[in-house]
């Protein structure tokens, strides 16, 4: 790509780049707001997730190309989370960044930061959008539907809407601020290491987690006859529940480690699904 | 026929398109669809009643995680549709909903080689620095499919329900059933890409005691992460006697 004598980012020690205006309306971006509008089942969220802050890491990595792809690379990983918290994560990931752009902060911590919250967070968000704030606005927006007012459908959007854009805008900036004040106190103190410590254990067993419960496949090859009859997949899930999908994430990493393309993988495990489906050995 | 299909694909459109990126507002659930179409179709209250009891029926298919439920939004537009255009009463329109949600969901699916594999495209785009092309991807991948899905809309108001069964006539089903085995499988590619960017020697056996505790005693995901914080204390020292976190100064384990 670039050439060797590439200029490191010339952040200073308590140079701020990014501006009040700029995280607020990082918060109704398009990336922000269109977080499920470019969603896929290998990605998820994570390319409006770099849309969502790349504003701000060109701003951080202005005089580093090279940084601001790496930067890029970072944000367009895998990322999923209830959307209207995804603004939070976005404020505490510019806050690392900028302390990576200055080398104070290893650039894989803000890739396990985000992994150890999409998790939890979106248990969190998930449960209060989906299963109560939805159901207080259908109930009502029903009630008034049956009972013929037009105005059911409104209400229902009012109520779930205004919550979820309050907490978009209100969560960039939170997510900025408890970033900043952790990691300039945490630097002082030397906590710093520590929270980076914890923040990769909790991303690792994340996706540990993730990996047992977010692999619908299954393998239908069926063994013996009549009442003995029992499928591979009950012989391996015997072995060890989700074995199945741990191998498949282990062959992945594999072949990514082998430097194959994505792309290739993707189109690959398509050809798989119809191959094993014709077949008739997996569901 | 004309005109109510045109309404019925666009309205589909608005609202089971670019609702995401609106900001995921939820106007893609038939409460708000079925009133919607039956406005611009001239019968509301037959728009509201649907409106209510669809939204009923798909109460609970939501996308939670990454599970992908029936597409409530097609099965409110069409639904409404046939009963005002074609005159079928509710009952008659909700029994309808389910198969056509099903379907639309399978037709999704369909696309999903293509949106997955444009999606393996922006690694490379961002390694390259090139951003422009990265927001390029994110409409593209959202937008390949509307102009099918709008025809197929279209269509199934235009030719009536049988239109929806001639669809999915075309199509064997293995390979429907493929792509929807390799959607199932996919997910743990995008996790083994972030394992490539954060993964240790250190910390691999994080990785396989997450996954152990959710395989064998079914803790769910916030639980393993709470877990893992009160490990990362322990681990850290942080209410040991002694002072803490000075000798993890110089990083020890990127040599992975």
């Not at chain 2, 990454?66 to 099965?75: K, L, R, W």
């Not at chain 2, 389910?98 to 393996?120: D, K």
């Not at chain 2, 999915?168 to 429907?176: A, G, K, M």
Request: aromatic letters at 12%; proline letters at 5%.
């Amino acid at each position: 790509m670039t050439s060797d004598n590439t200029t490191p980012t010339e952040l200073k020690d308590n140079e701020r780049v990014i501006t009040h205006q700029d995280l607020v309306r990082s918060a109704v971006n398009v990336g922000s707001l269109g977080m499920e509008f470019s969603w896929t089942y290998a990605n998820q969220m994570g390319i409006a997730f770099c849309l969502m802050i790349m504003k701000m890491l060109k701003k951080i990595y202005r005089d580093d190309p090279e940084g601001y792809a790496k930067a890029l690379e970072r944000h367009v990983a895998f990322f999923n989370i209830t959307p209207q918290i995804a603004p939070f994560v976005g404020g505490i990931a510019i806050s690392m960044e900028e302390k990576i752009a200055k080398g104070e902060l290893e650039p894989e911590s803000v890739n396990e930061v985000k992994a150890a919250l999409m998790g939890p967070l979106s248990g969190i968000g998930d449960s209060i959008f989906l299963t109560c704030i939805r159901i207080v606005a259908v109930a009502l927006g029903i009630s008034l539907c049956q009972s013929g007012n037009p105005l059911g459908p409104i209400v229902y959007l009012l109520i779930y809407n205004v919550p979820a854009f309050w907490l978009r805008i209100w969560g960039v900036q939170k997510g900025y601020e408890v970033g900043v004040d952790l990691l300039t106190g945490a630097e002082k103190s030397g906590l710093m290491d520590v929270i980076m410590q914890i923040a990769g254990i909790v991303g690792c067993m994340v996706i540990g987690s993730m990996t047992k419960d977010m692999f619908w496949a299954t393998i239908s090859v069926e063994f013996g006859i009549g009442d003995a009859a029992t499928t591979l997949q009950d012989v391996l899930d015997g072995i060890m529940p989700g074995i199945v999908g741990l191998g498949f994430m282990g062959i992945y990493y594999w072949l990514l480690s082998k430097k194959i393309s994505p792309v290739w993988l993707i189109l690959g495990t398509m050809a798989f699904g119809v191959i094993a489906a014709f077949f008739g050995f997996m569901e | 026929m004309f005109g109510p299909a045109l309404i019925c694909a666009f309205v589909d459109l608005v609202f089971g398109s670019f609702d995401y990126q609106f900001g995921t507002l939820y106007g893609f659930r038939p409460i708000v669809v079925a009133p919607v179409v039956g406005l611009l179709l001239g019968d509301v209250q037959m728009g509201l009643t649907l409106g209510a009891s669809l939204e009923l029926l798909f109460l609970g298919s939501v996308s939670i995680g990454a599970y992908v439920p029936p597409d409530a939004t097609s099965a409110g537009i069409l639904c409404t549709a046939y009963a005002i255009l074609l005159g079928f009463d509710a009952e008659t329109a909700v029994a309808l909903a389910m198969p056509i949600g099903s379907i639309m969901i399978a037709l999704s699916n369909l696309f999903s080689p293509v949106t997955n594999g444009l999606s393996g495209l922006a690694p490379t785009y961002a390694a390259a620095g090139q951003d422009k092309k990265i927001v390029g991807l994110h409409w593209l991948i959202a937008l390949i499919y509307v102009p099918i899905k709008f025809a197929v809309i279209y269509a199934a108001v235009y030719f009536g329900s049988d239109a929806v069964g001639w669809v999915l006539d075309v199509v064997p089903d293995f390979v429907l059933t493929g792509f929807s085995i390799a959607a199932n499988m996919l997910p743990v590619m995008g996790f083994a890409m972030l394992g490539r960017m954060i993964f240790t020697k250190s910390l691999m056996p994080f990785f396989f005691l997450g996954f152990l505790l959710t395989a064998y005693a079914n803790i769910p995901v916030l639980g393993v992460a709470l877990i893992a914080v009160i490990i990362g204390i322990e681990k850290a020292g942080i209410f040991d006697q002694r002072k803490p976190a000075l000798a993890a100064e110089g990083d020890d384990d990127d040599d992975f």
